[in-house]
């Protein structure tokens, strides 16, 4: 068991002018908030916190870190507070004991293995500051070591936690000791027998291998020191964990995995590295294939070391890493050996640039940072504010979504109809609206109702593309389902006009031939594109009412409802009847509306959108609102040849503000018969006048007229059609 004073000698070797007195202060506050309370093992429950501390000391961490070991537990399971840990040890400790609380908050439950990847992520996403993560993992690390005090079910449920989780994170990270440690504790309470098994057999076979480690050692320094190579050699036993992936993996026993034992040789340089490779192939026969160059290509976890295989001594195949003491430090301690106290020296690397490359190509982050003081700053904000947020389901699972994902989102990923019938979410047990940003670590129950049904709105808010297309698929779904409702009524009243039932002419075949006559795949895609208006009931009563019986004396105006689906839609809102000048598919005299945003005129190239309730409503061709409209509702239209009416303009002109020039201005449009029916104008501040006129034009042609003239006028500066009117 730790002491205090080990924690202290330890804080002294990397960093000899440490404030101790804080980290003595924060074991006296975490001794006494915790007094009274005991582990399973029966210790005070103090001795875990200063364990933490320890091995936080072991990862050479600054002090604000050790400090938070030590209290890492207080403001979670004593009365003390976050706000009392600011007032006695500033906002740093507090603020990493608050997100090693809060880290510790997260449940985790599934054990998919794309749910351990979220949830890796969701914890570097929410821990912000990489330090909250190194505490966890030592905080981690000593719960494995004193897993036995623990019932069996808890015992199970924290091993696989483990090595699901803080493992492959520890690995991720870089920091290989804690990663192989966590294994093996895991391995040994989660396969106990296998476990037992595997070490007993390891251990048979120990004294022998030590001898055997020993020589090699020894042979491999002989040939390295006659190349004048100066090195280290360490030979040592795999750990358990990845003997016994190796034997799945292979599918062999234990006496048959022959490179459980590997070589270390760690130089002083890059290049003394190449040169013992050179040695220690000369030496020993490699074995093809096992060749792997991780310093010229460094794992992405920035792992560099060259590997090979040889036949060793004795005939037995050996594993060779070779690496730098740098290479070594960063293999082992990974990205812990970048956040070590340092005292105004750089760290381990070669280059900052280098040094830091890795971890953002670990985080996946795109900063761009050369100075080490801006990245420490960057991590502990930026880095893990990724584009992704990390949230639970009800029972637990890890679900990630793009950053601004509202509740919808979150709904089509579990069920396209959970997202269709969308009312509402509990967000952490409280209703929020539709439109609320998702946030890490947020636990979603998504509230439905039967009458709930997708909406345009929603496109507003949703962010992920699966969302978008269920909502637009739908949409187009009810869209159709209302075409062929009142496609199927177009057709009936036609044909009732020519004393023909419906069915009859369905039973008949006549309505299939007529289908395949204007080229529909079937009945239904004809209902729906006279539904849609593409395609007029007239056509249908062409093809099946047989001339003899079309009755050409009816009522002209039932007649013309019959043939024109657009009237009859409109009809239905409003009597009004107007001369818009515009063709629709062919017919005139149909109620149009101009779109106010783009004001088209006669000669302007148009379209169409059929919109229920108001007609068709004409935009000039490209304005950009009507790209927003459903293309579904599009309709070709045209000038007719009655596009003498007029229409309203506005024209903006830009002069010198001159006494006069209005004058001029307004005789330009009374030469080209044009009729001003408001005008605006404002002098500017820098002598000039903005004139804004509106007026009644007959066609493009009449506007093009005009505007030509109002540009000749000396100091007119621009003349132009407004296009939209706030
Ligand atoms: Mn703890």
Redesign the pocket.
Known sequence: MIRLNQVLDNIRTYHPSADLDTVRRAYEFAAEAHAGQTRRSGDPYVT??LS?AGIITELKLDVPSVCAGLL??AVEDTSATVEELTDQFGNEVAFLVDG?TKL?KLPYASREDRQAENFRKMLLAMARDIRVVLLKLC?RL??MRTLAHLPDEKQERIATETLQIYAPLAHRLGIQWIKTELEDLSFKYLYREEYDALKREVAKTRKERMRYIHDVERLILKEMNRASIRCRVTGRAKHLWSIRQKMKRTERPFSEIHDAIGFRIVTGSKKACYEALGVAHSAWKPIPGRFKDYIALPKPNMYRSLHSAVIGPRGQRIEIQIRTEEMHLIAEQGIAAHWKYKEGKPGVADSDDEKFAWLRQLMEAQNDLKDPTEFIESVKIDLFDGDEVYVFTPRGEVKALPKGACPIDFAYTIHSKVGDHCSGARVNGMIVPLRYQLRNGDTIEIITSPHQKPNKDWLKLIRTSRARTKIRYWLRREERERALALGKDLIEKALRKHSVSYSRALKSGALSRAAAELKCHGIDELTAQIGYGRLMPAQVVELVVPDNKRKKNGAESAEEDGKNPIKQILRKVTQRKTNSGIKVQGQEDILVRHARCCSPLPGDPIVGFITRGRGVTVHRRGCPKSLDLDPERRIEVEWGDKAHVEHQVAIKVLCANKPGLLANLSQSFSDSGVNITQAHCRATDDGRAINTFHANVRDLEQLKAVMRSLIRIKDVYRVDRVVAEA
């Open positions: 875990h916190p933490v890492h537990d090693v510790g905080d000593d719960n």
